[in-house]
Every structure is written in structure tokens, then in C-alpha cells.
T-cell receptor, first 113, second 113 residues
Framework: DQQVKQNSPSLSVQEGRISILNCDYT??????FLWYKKYPAEGPTFLIS?????DKNEDGRFTVFLNKSAKHLSLHIVPSQPGDSAVYFCAASGDSGYSTLTFGKGTMLLVSP | DTEVTQTPKHLVMGMTNKKSLKCEQH?????MYWYKQKAKKPPELMFV???????INESVPSRFSPECPNSSLLNLHLHALQPEDSALYLCASSQRFQSAEQYFGPGTRLTVT
């Protein structure tokens, strides 16, 4: 049973628009959440994280929102750029980020010019 | 230097072969990880080393044998693999044991024939 779910395998967005990637989790012990970005032929790269004590964390064009009651988080990219085209993995951890990572299956984002 | 390197990039081996995957980092990280990723699936944790000692083995078959010769190097020795072991093998490192913020290498694409 998947504990971290990314229900959209792919997402297409036009350059300059907002990209919203969603993630749901089932394990109540998760208290630290991350997004990793993966280009073809490269390993995943850490993008942004959020602790369960917060509901929002922002870093430049990237914002992660956490809704604990719904066990849902989302990654917003504004404005989207063609270079953002990649696979985005949602990941979760317990123990305030010091426990085994559980990954979602990933969402492939395609940003077209 | 925030890079994790892995060699080889691609490996094709028969079921009777013995081969090794190599991983190296020079960030002074004290934790290193092996993950296995099948197509359209999330990375799955195999092993974790902390301060050069094996700390986590996620019930991986003995045909996979990890080794950490020093704090910068991590090997994965392969012997008598099965075709279903074909996958992308990712190495990662982090400053602390089981830190969720991990640096990944580009992976070794393994095909077992």
C-alpha cells in the first residue's frame, strides 16, 4: 500500500503560468515533507521541504503548502519555465526529517514555451 | 563540491557474473544510501551506512552486498543476479544519518540478462 501518492503521472503547463503538483499521504507519523526534482539521466535533486509545524514554505518561484488535516501537500511553481520540465517526486519522513524517506511515484511536468 | 558520482553509468551483466557499482562523495557526509528504482516506480531504500557502518538493510537479498571502504566511498557488489534485478541503482548521501535532505548521484542503469 502506497503511503505517499502522486495521482497525476503527468502535467502540462504553458510557460509563465502556474504549475501545481499534488501529493497525498496516509501515514500520520510523517512530519517532514520534501519535493525532489529529477531530470533524465540525473539523480533526484532536493528542491524544497516543509515541516509539519508549518503550512507554507516559499523559496523563490517554488512554494509548498501543507494541509495536515487533509494529509495533502502541493508544490506551486510560479511562473513556470521550460527548464522546470522534469519529474517531481514528493517524499515524506518521520522524526522531524530524520527517518527513512518514502517517495511517491512522481509527476512528470512539461512546461511548453 | 555538492556532487555524488556513480560508476558505471550503464552495466549489462549475465546471471553468473560478479560486478560492482561504485559511489563517491566529497561533501564530508557521514551517511550514504543505496536505492533501487524500477521504471515508473519511486526509489526504494536498500541500505544505509552511517559512519561507515551498515545501519539499515531493508531485507535485501544476499546477492546484493554493500561495502563502505571509507567515508567517501560506497560500493554495491553484485553476484548471481536475476533479470528482475534490472533497475536504476541510485546512491545518495546526507550530512546526518537518515536526514531527509539527501544528495543523489545520477544512478547506474543495470540490465541483467
Amino acid at each position: 500500500d502506497q503511503q505517499v501518492k502522486q495521482n497525476s503521472p503527468s502535467l502540462s503547463v504553458q510557460e509563465g503560468r502556474i504549475s501545481i503538483l499534488n501529493c497525498d499521504y496516509t501515514n500520520s507519523m510523517f512530519d517532514y515533507f520534501l519535493w525532489y526534482k529529477k531530470y533524465p539521466a540525473e539523480g533526484p535533486t532536493f528542491l524544497i521541504s516543509i515541516s509539519s509545524i508549518k503550512d507554507k514554505n516559499e523559496d523563490g518561484r517554488f512554494t509548498v503548502f501543507l494541509n495536515k488535516s487533509a494529509k495533502h501537500l502541493s508544490l506551486h511553481i510560479v511562473p513556470s519555465q521550460p527548464g522546470d520540465s522534469a519529474v517531481y517526486f514528493c517524499a515524506a519522513s518521520g522524526d522531524s526529517g530524520y527517518s527513512t524517506l518514502t517517495f511517491g511515484k512522481g509527476t512528470m511536468l512539461l512546461v511548453s514555451p | 563540491d555538492t556532487e555524488v558520482t556513480q560508476t558505471p553509468k550503464h552495466l549489462v551483466m549475465g546471471m553468473t557474473n560478479k560486478k560492482s557499482l561504485k559511489c563517491e562523495q566529497h561533501m564530508g557526509h557521514r551517511a550514504m544510501y543505496w536505492y533501487k528504482q524500477k521504471a515508473k516506480k519511486p526509489p526504494e531504500l536498500m541500505f544505509v551506512y552511517s559512519y561507515e557502518k551498515l545501519s539499515i538493510n531493508e531485507s535485501v537479498p544476499s546477492r546484493f552486498s554493500p561495502e563502505c571502504p571509507n567515508s567517501s566511498l560506497l560500493n554495491l557488489h553484485l553476484h548471481a543476479l536475476q533479470p528482475e534485478d534490472s533497475a536504476l541503482y541510485l546512491c545518495a548521501s546526507s550530512q546526518r544519518f537518515q536526514s531527509a535532505e539527501q544528495y543523489f548521484g545520477p544512478g547506474t542503469r543495470l540490465t541483467v540478462t
